[in-house]
C-alpha cells in the first residue's frame, strides 16, 4: 500500500524562480495538509484541504505561495517568486476527516527547498 | 489556539536503558494525542497515539500516558535500542489541525 507521495525530493533554485511541490495523498483519504519544517520554527501548517476544496490557508505566509488541488489524487504548493527564506522541508500529509474523530496524519518522505 | 511545549530538547540513554519525554498542551478541547517519529531526511512517522477518553496505551516498548487534568501527556520508550534513536514530536489535536511540540532529538548509545 503506497503511503503518501511527493515529488521532487529535493529542489535547488534561484531566488526569483518559480517553485512547484506536488503530492500524492493516500487513495481513499479525504484530507490533506501541507506543512512546512524548519530548524526555527518547527512544524508549521500550511494548508489544509478537505474534499479538494481549502478549508484552512492561514499558515501560508504571503501571496506568493499557492497551493492548489484539482482532485482528490494531487495537489501542488507552488511559491512564486522562491526567495532563500523559503529554503525549508515541505512535507505533504493526508488523513481521513471527518466524518470520524481526528485521525492519524500521515506524512510523505518530504521536499527539501534550497533557494539560493 | 493550542501551545504544545515538549520536554526535554535533548535525550541521551544507554542502550537498555528507558527514555521519558513529556509534553504539555494548552486547549481543553484537544482530544487527540499522537507521537510522531522522525529519522534523518525522513518524514514524521507515527508510532503511537492516544484518545482523551483513554489514560494509558501500550504498544510493545512504547507506552504514552495522559492526563487531562493536569493538560500533560508523556512517551515512554523502554529497553531502548539504536534504532530508537530519532527525532520524536508529540502534538495534540480537537480536530483537524495538529499542534506540535518542538521535538526532543533521543539518542541511544550503544
Known amino acids: 500500500d503506497a503511503g503518501v507521495i511527493q515529488s521532487p525530493r529535493h529542489e535547488v533554485t534561484e531566488m526569483g524562480q518559480e517553485v512547484t511541490l506536488r503530492c500524492k495523498p493516500i487513495?481513499?483519504?479525504?484530507?490533506l495538509f501541507w506543512y512546512r519544517q524548519t530548524m526555527m520554527r518547527g512544524l508549521e501548517l500550511l494548508i489544509y484541504f478537505n474534499n479538494n476544496v481549502p478549508i484552512d490557508d492561514s499558515g501560508m505566509p504571503e501571496d506568493r505561495f499557492s497551493a492548489k488541488m484539482p482532485n482528490a489524487s494531487f495537489s501542488t504548493l507552488k511559491i512564486q517568486p522562491s526567495e532563500p527564506r523559503d529554503s525549508a522541508v515541505y512535507f505533504c500529509?493526508?488523513?481521513?476527516?471527518?466524518?470520524?474523530?481526528?485521525?492519524?496524519?500521515?506524512f510523505g518522505p518530504g521536499t527539501r527547498l534550497l533557494v539560493l | 489556539g493550542e501551545n504544545v511545549e515538549q520536554h526535554p530538547s535533548t535525550l541521551s540513554v544507554q542502550e537498555g536503558d528507558s527514555a521519558v519525554i513529556k509534553c504539555t498542551y494548552s486547549d481543553s478541547a484537544s482530544n487527540y494525542f499522537p507521537w510522531y517519529k522522525q529519522e534523518l531526511g525522513k518524514g514524521p512517522q507515527l508510532i503511537i497515539d492516544?484518545?482523551?477518553?483513554?489514560g494509558e496505551k501500550k504498544d510493545q516498548r512504547i507506552a504514552v500516558t495522559l492526563n487531562k487534568t493536569a493538560k500533560h501527556f508523556s512517551l515512554h520508550i523502554t529497553e531502548t535500542q539504536p534504532e530508537d534513536s530519532a527525532v520524536y514530536f508529540c502534538a495534540a489535536s480537537g480536530d483537524y489541525k495538529l499542534s506540535f511540540g518542538a521535538g526532543t532529538t533521543v539518542t541511544v548509545r550503544a
Open positions: 492516544i484518545r482523551s477518553n483513554v
Open positions: 487513495s481513499g483519504h479525504n484530507s
Open positions: 500529509a493526508s488523513s481521513l476527516y471527518p466524518p470520524v474523530p481526528p485521525e492519524t496524519q500521515y
